[in-house]
């Protein structure tokens, strides 16, 4: 398998080349090198996009204004990345009691932020699940507490797939948890390049992440490889 590194997506980043397609990024973390990444990942594959990274932590200020820069770039897809690092910091600031409803509501927040996309522009919109944590107060015992951030956590990755399934075809999820898994949580995460940066991937999985999302990009774009099987006395699957 092929080791591909930041250093080597960074390089291709820079390559001048027709791009088949455009996306823009939006994120309440850092995610200038995320933009480079995703831009080299697509030159690597032959797929060259025009990557847009709007500024930090402009989520809702770009996608709920008609008249922002995201939609005056007309994107082909529009990449939501929010951290599970802010949405901690949300359920702390939620009162205890109110806890146990603390995904519903963020279920509710990014539904408007979905369908405020949907009503301005015609982009798939792909958005990250939320990776998940080891719980330092509950420990296990937090997957049937619904007041702890893990439950919270959980559920509301469930309840997104649910709704996006069921009601928005054009909102695609993007296994961001599945790559943390993949590497472990060291290689994906740090606590201090969060605080001094706000960087909520590690730059060495950057191109772990750049891939899954072009897997899905490419997918959606229709360039997928095709083979014909046949049996040993040439019958065709």
């Not at 409803?101 to 798939?124: D, Q, T, Y």
């Not at 702890?148 to 999820?173: G, H, I, T, W």
Request: hydrophobic share 45%; proline share 4%; with cysteine.
């Amino acid at each position: 398998m092929e080791t591909v590194r930041y250093t080597d997506l960074k390089r291709l980043a820079k390559q001048e080349c027709d791009a088949k397609q455009r996306l823009a990024l939006l994120g309440d973390c850092a995610t200038q090198q995320l933009a480079t990444a995703i831009r080299g990942e697509s030159v690597r594959r032959g797929f060259p996009l025009d990557v847009l990274d709007a500024d930090y932590d402009q989520m809702e200020a770009q996608l709920l204004d008609p008249g922002s820069e995201v939609y005056a770039f007309s994107p082909d897809y529009i990449l939501l990345f929010a951290s599970a690092e802010k949405l901690k910091k949300r359920f702390y600031d939620t009162v205890p009691a109110e806890r146990a409803m603390f995904a519903e509501r963020e279920l509710e927040r990014f539904c408007g932020l979905w369908n405020a996309i949907l009503s301005h522009c015609k982009a798939k919109i792909l958005m990250f699940d939320f990776p998940e944590e080891p719980d330092a107060v509950f420990g296990s015992y937090a997957l049937r507490t619904p007041a702890s951030f893990a439950f919270q956590v959980r559920k509301l990755n469930l309840r997104m797939s649910e709704v996006m399934a069921a009601d928005y075809p054009a909102v695609y999820p993007l296994a961001l948890g599945a790559v943390q898994t993949m590497l472990g949580r060291e290689a994906f995460f740090e606590d201090r390049s969060w605080y001094l940066a706000k960087m909520a991937v590690k730059t060495d999985a950057l191109p772990a992440v750049a891939a899954r999302i072009m897997d899905t990009v490419t997918a959606l774009a229709g360039k997928v490889k095709k083979c014909i099987v046949t049996d040993l006395d040439n019958t065709l699957w």
